[in-house]
Structure formats: structure tokens, C-alpha cells
């Protein structure tokens, strides 16, 4: 089966166009250390297709010239297959990398995911992403594309103080998180798809009102992250917003005049070609 491949223009006024190939949530399933049958949850369309999309997306973005913005859970849990994998394929691609929770994820669903966890892991994954999974940035012909971990729906003061040094920079900014930031129409989405209102940062209370006590606490937004989604909401200098982790295609509008594009996972077939001009 072929890539399901969106196109989306992002007209900022540069000179010299950026191809971009957004790709997220490839979620790679390699040795899996658990007895949990992870792969058949992704491999969607037939036996290993969340593999071969990826292969074919990776030849698409080379072949076309375009640089891959990958927003996070290239693997599904960490595991020495699984970074192989990417030692393997990944490493000689051209590629801007924001990470996701699976990417920080030692054993799923079996550990408590908190900052302490991630900052635990990120020692394993870290030495495979040649990217900072913190915060990073790269300028393209005169435009900044950065990128920032959100991943466990948090967004630090260090991380925002970071961005805003980019934006002193004075070039465009196009922000890449894996998680969406959270808008009313965004979430009604993700209740109609998932069942449930929220995974999405900075999310209000009553839309977390149904969930645990445990997960309502990973996802209220702390005020750091309510400041953070205040500055990129009201920031002119940030043109664009690159999301993944919700498993299916939206854009939204965040304010007058910043658009959020979230993808769904490429394990399904999905990616975004985004030409920035």
C-alpha cells in the first residue's frame, strides 16, 4: 500500500521555499522485553507495514529533497532491537527530531511516567537522536524550526525562556511538540476518535474531569505550561505548530494567526509534506 501523503503550504513570505516531510508516532516495535503483543497494534494494514510506511517515507523525503520533522514515538518502548533500528535507519537522514512519551517509554504502561522517569531514560535514548530532546533548533533559509519536548504534557519556564531566545533571533518560527495543544475543536476530535476529551497540553479542568485521579494529574497543566501555551498562543513570531501523539489528521487554529497541524501516526501510512514559502 502507498503512503497517504498531505500536502500543506505554510506562506510566511521567504524567498527560497523548505520542503519538510512531517512524520510521527512510527511507534517501531522491535524485542519487545515484555510478553505483550505490541507490533499487531500497529501494524494496521498487514504485517509489518508500520515499517515499510516508514521506509517508503524516508525514500519519499530523500528522493524529493525534503528535510524529515519527525514528532516523536519513533519507537514504541525502548528496547535493544528497537535501537538498533534506529542506529540503522535513521542515522544517516536528514532530520529534525521533537520527542514523544513512547520515546522515554522502558517498559509501557508498567512504570510511573513522570519527570523523574524521563529524566532517567533520556540517558538510554539520547546517545540514538543526534538532536537535543529537550529543546533544539535549526535555521533554514531564514526560518527557525524548533523543536521542544512536551511530551508528558508539561512545558518548562527553562524551555519557553529557551524559546524565547530563538525569537530574538528574529527569523519566522515554526514550533514542532509532539503533543497538540489543547483547542475546544481539537478535543471534541479526540473525544469522538478516542473516547475521552483530553491528551492534548494544557487542557482545562473539566476536560479532564472523567479521567483517574493518577491520569488527570499527569495531564492538568501546571502554571509553567500554562504560561508556555499563553506566550506561543500570543507570540506573531511563531507562524506554525507541528503536532503528532493523537493517531489521526487535524489542523486547528490557535489564535488569529497561528495554525496548529497535527498528523496521524505513520504506522498507518500517514505523513504531511509541508512546503514552507
Known amino acids: 500500500m502507498a503512503l497517504k501523503i498531505l500536502k500543506t503550504d505554510i506562506n510566511i513570505g521567504i524567498?527560497?521555499?523548505?520542503?519538510?516531510?512531517?512524520?510521527?508516532?512510527?511507534?517501531?516495535?522491535?524485542?519487545?522485553?515484555?510478553?505483550?503483543?505490541?507490533?499487531?497494534?500497529?501494524?494496521?494494514?498487514y504485517k509489518g507495514c508500520a515499517e515499510e510506511y516508514f521506509f517508503e517515507a524516508l525514500e519519499y523525503a530523500k528522493q524529493n529533497d525534503m528535510i524529515v520533522l519527525h514528532t516523536g514515538d519513533l519507537i514504541d518502548f525502548f528496547s535493544k532491537g528497537n535501537f538498533d533500528f534506529i542506529d540503522k535507519y535513521f542515522a544517516d537522514v536528514n532530520y529534525i527530531y521533537a520527542a514523544g512519551n513512547h520515546d522515554f517509554c522502558h517498559y509501557l504502561g508498567r512504570a510511573k511516567e513522570d519527570y523523574a522517569y524521563k529524566w532517567e531514560k533520556i540517558k538510554e535514548i539520547a546517545p540514538h537522536?543526534?538532536?537535543?530532546?529537550?529543546?533544539?533548533?535549526?535555521?533554514?533559509?531564514?526560518?527557525?524550526?524548533?523543536?521542544?519536548?512536551d511530551s508528558y504534557y508539561f512545558i518548562s519556564d527553562g524551555q519557553i525562556e529557551m524559546l524565547k531566545a530563538e525569537v530574538a533571533k528574529g527569523y519566522?518560527?515554526?514550533?514542532?511538540?509532539?503533543?497538540?495543544?489543547?483547542?475546544?475543536?481539537?478535543?471534541?476530535?479526540?473525544?469522538?476518535?478516542?473516547?475521552?476529551?483530553?491528551?492534548?497540553?494544557?487542557?482545562?479542568?473539566?476536560?479532564?474531569?472523567?479521567?483517574?485521579?493518577?491520569?488527570?494529574?499527569?495531564?492538568?497543566?501546571?502554571?509553567?505550561?500554562?504560561r508556555a501555551a499563553e506566550y506561543?498562543?500570543?507570540?506573531?513570531?511563531?507562524?506554525?505548530?507541528i503536532t503528532g501523539h493523537v493517531h489521526f489528521n487535524?489542523?486547528?487554529?490557535?489564535?488569529?494567526?497561528?495554525?496548529?497541524?497535527?498528523?496521524?501516526?505513520?504506522?498507518?501510512g500517514y505523513v504531511r509534506e509541508i512546503t514552507i514559502r
Request: no cysteine; net charge negative; glycine share 2%.
Open 129 to 149: 537522536i543526534k538532536d537535543n530532546l529537550y529543546f533544539d533548533s535549526r535555521i533554514i533559509n531564514g526560518v527557525n524550526i524548533v523543536t521542544m519536548d
Open 250 to 268: 487535524f489542523e486547528s487554529k490557535i489564535s488569529d494567526t497561528l495554525r496548529q497541524y497535527t498528523t496521524h501516526g505513520s504506522f498507518s
Open 15 to 45: 524567498k527560497e521555499p523548505i520542503k519538510l516531510l512531517h512524520i510521527t508516532d512510527t511507534h517501531i516495535t522491535r524485542d519487545n522485553p515484555l510478553d505483550e503483543d505490541r507490533t499487531a497494534e500497529f501494524d494496521v494494514d
Open 172 to 226: 519566522p518560527v515554526i514550533l514542532a511538540m509532539h503533543v497538540p495543544l489543547y483547542t475546544k475543536e481539537l478535543s471534541e476530535a479526540v473525544r469522538d476518535v478516542w473516547g475521552y476529551y483530553a491528551h492534548l497540553a494544557n487542557a482545562p479542568e473539566e476536560m479532564l474531569a472523567t479521567y483517574d485521579e493518577a491520569r488527570r494529574k499527569q495531564q492538568t497543566p501546571d502554571e509553567a505550561t500554562r
Open 232 to 241: 506561543i498562543q500570543n507570540e506573531p513570531a511563531i507562524k506554525a505548530l
